[in-house]
Each structure stands twice: as structure tokens, then as C-alpha cells.
């Protein structure tokens, strides 16, 4: 069972658009991150949110928890074709673990 | 410190054969996570320390797998017996664990598996 859904999975756009990326799931998270991965490295964290309704900006992008912690969404705004990647969500549930489980990942492409 | 390092990067192995791989992660950090992914997937929970300690380990599993943290330090994860199915990219991950404080995963570059 996969607990994150994100969406879009595939999204292509031109240098200097914005677009956001969705991160759903019935589950209630203590925590939520979202980091970006390019082809043959490891997932890079952008940010950790943790309260419902938080809203987190990092330069262009800015990041938003749900009031109920169960979704969380990443906007960015004149995406750059470095922003190119696969954008993850990954939420730690409120069961005690500490791990992160992840989503199924946003293939970004931004064309010059 | 350089990080969470990961060797080898890449493996080829023969269906049957067993492969270990093993992960060094940044040094202060103590809890130590694996994850699995396949191509367009996001990453797959394996198992995770925290020091020595296996606290969690993932029902999908099979007990072809085995992961070790000897003295909290590196750790290493054998498959044996590999199958086609095990290709996949093999992620290690370390934390820094204070509580219940949720600190970010720093990632290494991962170990490519591939079994013919």
C-alpha cells in the first residue's frame, strides 16, 4: 500500500513558468519532508515541515503542510531549467516510528 | 566530514551469487536507514539503526536480506542468493536522533545493483 501519492508524475515545462507538485495521502504525518534527486545520486532534504498549515519558502520554492497533516504541496515559482529532478515527498507517520516513507516522486523537466 | 559514503557504486552480479554492500555515514550522526529504488519509483523502506540496534525492519523483506551496524559505526547490507527482482538502487541514509526531533536524511550516492 502506498501511503504518499504525488502528483503530477511527469511534468514538462518552460524556463520561467510556475508549478506546483502534490503530495496526498489518508494518513496523518507528524512530519513531512520533500527533497529533489537527480539521475545516479542520492535524495538531497529541502525542508521539513512538522504543523499543520505550516508554509516554509526556500528562494522560489515554497512548501505548505496541511491544516489536517495529511498533504503537503511544493510551488515554484520561474522555474530554471536547474530545478530539473524528481521532487519526493516522504512523511513520517505519528505511530512511533522514526523512519520516512516515500511518494511515488514528481519527474520535473524545465526546457531553456 | 564528506558525507554518506556508499561502495561499491555500481555492482553486477550473476543470479544465485551473494553481494554485500556497505555504508559509512557522517560521523555524528546515529541512526542509520536503508531504502531500495527501482527506476521511477520513490525510495523503499528497508531497515533502520539507531547505534548498534536494528529497531525496524521492513515486512517486505525477504530473508534473503540482512543488514548489520557492528559498534554503531558503518553498516552492511548482503542479499543472498540474488534474484533478477533485487536489481535496483541500494540507498543508505544517516540521521542525527534527539528525541523525537525530526532531522532530515542525508543520502549517499547509493550502489547500483544489477543481477543477470
Redesign the interface.
Same mark, same amino acid.
Given at each position: 500500500t502506498q501511503l504518499?501519492e504525488?502528483s503530477p508524475q511527469f511534468l514538462s515545462i518552460q524556463e520561467g513558468e510556475n508549478l506546483t507538485v502534490y503530495c496526498n495521502s489518508s494518513s496523518v504525518f %507528524? %512530519?513531512l519532508?520533500w527533497y529533489r534527486q537527480e539521475p &545516479?545520486? &542520492?535524495?538531497?532534504?529541502l525542508v /521539513?515541515v512538522?504543523t499543520g498549515g505550516e508554509v516554509k519558502k526556500l528562494k522560489r520554492l515554497t512548501f505548505q503542510f496541511g491544516d489536517a497533516r495529511k498533504d503537503s504541496s511544493l510551488h515554484i515559482t520561474a522555474a530554471q531549467p536547474g530545478d530539473t529532478g524528481l521532487y519526493?515527498c516522504?512523511g =513520517?507517520t505519528t505511530s512511533g /516510528?522514526?523512519?520516512?516513507?516515500?511518494? /511515488?516522486?514528481t =519527474?520535473l523537466k524545465v526546457l531553456a | 566530514d564528506t558525507g554518506v559514503s556508499q561502495n561499491p557504486r555500481h555492482k553486477i552480479t550473476k543470479r544465485g551469487q551473494n553481494v554485500t554492500f556497505r555504508c559509512d555515514p557522517i560521523s555524528e550522526h546515529n541512526r542509520l536507514y536503508w531504502y531500495r529504488q527501482t527506476l521511477g519509483q520513490g525510495p523503499e523502506f528497508l531497515t533502520y539503526f539507531q547505534n548498534e540496534a536494528q529497531l525496524e525492519k521492513s515486512r517486505l523483506l525477504s530473508d534473503r536480506f540482512s543488514a548489520e551496524r557492528p559498534k554503531g559505526s558503518f553498516s552492511t547490507l548482503e542479499i543472498q542468493r540474488t534474484e533478477q527482482g533485487d536489481s535496483a538502487m541500494y540507498l543508505c541514509a544517516s540521521s542525527l536522533a534527539s528525541g523525537t526531533a525530526n532531522y532530515g536524511y542525508t543520502f549517499g550516492s547509493g550502489t547500483r545493483l544489477t543481477v543477470v
Open positions: 504518499l504525488q %507528524s %512530519s519532508q &545516479g545520486e &542520492g535524495p538531497v532534504l /521539513t512538522v519526493l516522504a =513520517r /516510528t522514526y523512519k520516512y516513507i516515500f511518494g /511515488t516522486g =519527474r | -
